[in-house]
């Protein structure tokens, strides 16, 4: 089960490996390729992920800073609510 994690213009590095750790926990069970990508804004506080995964399963949401949706816990449990039901 590969997963793939990228992230762009979020920041300090160690908060985005432990991001893409909590990220693969969280993926790990299921099959087919993953791949999360967050990309941050220099001009606000929002960012954007995207989820894709297998059998053409796409999902988009904006984690707002303010909200503390930037920290690797909470992107973590964004990701598990937007997966599909087993």
């Known amino acids: 089960m590969p997963v793939t994690v990228e992230m ?6 160690a908060p985005q ?3 893409a750790a909590l990220v693969e926990h969280v993926l790990a069970d299921r099959p087919g390729k993953w791949m999360v990508s967050i990309v941050g804004s220099k ?3 929002r960012w954007e992920m995207t989820i894709a995964g297998p059998n053409g399963f ?5 984690l707002e800073g303010s909200a503390g ?3 690797p816990r ?3 449990a964004i ?3 937007m997966l599909p039901q087993r």
Do not use: L, P
């Not at 762009?8 to 590095?13: C, I, K, L, N, S």
């Open 8 to 13: 762009q213009h979020t920041g300090d590095a």
């Open 69 to 71: 949706e930037h920290e």
């Open 43 to 45: 001009g606000s506080d």
């Open 17 to 19: 490996r432990e991001v």
């Open 58 to 62: 796409e999902r988009s949401y904006s």
């Open 74 to 76: 909470a992107i973590a």
């Open 79 to 81: 990701v598990a609510r």
